[in-house]
């Protein structure tokens, strides 16, 4: 019975609230900014908490476009992570068909991941604040958390080393997909690194023996990377790109970078591979005569999943009605899937929730949430922003981002959150043992 009571409170006020969530959505949509560029995105968010009743410190972290928005004084503190960075080439009109931009663009959803877990944390702080729901339950903190620079895997890592979760009880967030359930999975721990090779510039063809190619070397490096591929874990995977290829053929290259991420679901493993790649570069660089400059980009540890929050936040999900869809939504997604070639065979554009699995699942990407989960427990949902069949980091992503079919799974998430997290102030037992389930992991 509570539980209707909280629920039919939390539709009501999502209902009430709609139009000032919606544009906020939508204004963050229409400025795309690039990861630690979010100036009017992080300000945007932030007022909508201050009008809220939340206080805003920015900087935090030691980013600009950073920013804690907090209510509350009590213990315990729930923390939601919102992101709102766009993906450069991403630019789209929210329509079904390839309109491209020049801006970048929201191609991850984080206009409505943002907005989400704002929305979240002003519906529970309403909840606490109503004269009939006064009680203990009330004597809790709220944050927001503004995180920049997701995209480029940095933001939340850089944060988590400044110490601004470490007294969180608990970490909040969510991320869009095509789908509807806890994401109880692994996200993958990565290195990201240049290798940069400098050599000796000559003519190709006149004074070859005096060039030092640092092109070739980057072409061995690789060579060697495509051969160690036989060696290592089967879920290690390792990506490749080069970032300049500049000159003319008839001068030996005197410079060459390539990008790299290397990656698996565990981090020891990710470690192991990564000094092999280093080492095939640095072999590279001694057969070719040049040298080469490994730079870090960032590191990220693996998803450290917790099963007592995994339970908790689907019982809230069972709770929330899925959104439903109009016709001309509907028809959106028939058309968008056939002009993107989406992979539904089923022409089901969007499921129900999914049930729980019973293990981790091993997941293909990465993100820089997985470090906040391992400074304290951490849970993360996935809402259907996008029909099925939808990749990230696609133009498709980012039309739908723009229109009602992710805002419908934006507010359907953001209903999700509030429940759950309200279930963790209704029965500590939950965080209690959630603690006890990330102690026992270790690291």
């Known amino acids: 019975m509570q539980t209707q009571t909280q629920t039919t409170a939390f539709k009501q006020w999502f209902s009430d609230h709609e139009d000032a969530l919606l544009a906020t959505a939508h204004d963050i949509f229409a400025h795309p900014e690039l990861s630690g560029e979010e100036t009017y995105s992080s ?40 992101e709102y960075d766009a993906l450069p080439g991403l630019g789209q009109a929210p ?7 020049s801006s970048p663009g929201h191609g991850c959803g984080h206009n409505l991941l943002g907005t989400a877990c704002a929305g979240a944390a002003m519906a529970l702080k309403s909840f606490l604040e109503t004269s009939e729901n006064t009680s203990a339950e009330s004597d809790c903190t709220i944050r927001v958390y503004g995180c920049p620079a997701e995209e480029i895997v940095i933001g939340k890592i850089r944060m988590n080393k400044a110490g601004v979760f470490d007294d969180l009880d608990v970490a909040i967030t969510w991320h869009p997909f095509d789908r509807n359930r806890v994401s109880y999975d692994i996200w993958q721990a990565q290195d990201v690194k240049n290798y940069k090779f400098y050599g000796k510039a000559a003519h190709a063809s006149k004074y070859p023996e005096l060039g030092r190619s640092a092109l070739d070397a980057a072409e061995l490096m690789n060579v060697g990377v495509n051969y160690l591929r036989e060696h290592v874990a089967d879920d290690v995977r390792m990506h490749y790109t080069y970032t300049n290829t500049d000159g003319p053929a008839n001068i030996v290259p005197p410079y060459a970078s390539t990008n790299y991420f290397i990656r698996s679901t565990k981090r020891s493993r990710t470690e192991d591979a990564s000094s092999r790649v280093d080492d095939c570069a640095r072999g590279a660089a001694l ?22 929050l995994a339970l908790a936040f689907h019982k809230a999900m069972e709770r ?28 089901t554009y969007f499921g129900g929730l999914e049930p729980l ?3 981790p699942v091993p997941f293909s990407i990465g993100t820089d949430v997985s470090d906040v ?3 304290i427990p951490t849970i993360m949902l996935s809402a259907a922003t996008m029909c099925k069949g939808t990749a990230l980091h696609h133009w498709a992503t980012t039309a739908q981002s723009g229109m009602s079919i992710g805002e419908k799974g934006m507010l359907y998430v953001a209903q999700c959150m509030a429940e759950g997290a309200l279930d963790l102030l209704k029965n500590p037992q939950i965080l209690k043992d959630a603690w006890e389930v990330f102690h026992a992991m270790g690291e």
Request: glycine share 8%.
């Open 287 to 308: 057969m070719t005569g040049t040298r080469v400059e490994i730079e870090v980009v960032t590191s990220n540890w693996e998803m450290k999943t917790n099963r007592p």
């Open 373 to 375: 989960s391992h400074t």
């Open 43 to 82: 300000h945007r968010l932030a007022q909508l908490l201050e009008e809220a009743g939340f206080r805003i410190t920015w900087g935090i972290g030691g980013f600009d476009t950073a920013f804690l928005a907090e209510w509350g004084q009590g213990k315990p503190i729930l923390g939601f992570l919102a």
């Open 95 to 101: 329509v079904c068909h390839v309109e491209p931009l």
């Open 320 to 347: 929330v009605p899925l959104p439903v869809y109009t016709q001309k939504e509907l028809d959106f997604a028939t058309q968008i899937t056939k002009e993107a070639n989406l992979p539904n065979p089923t022409d």
């Open 357 to 359: 699995e019973d293990e």
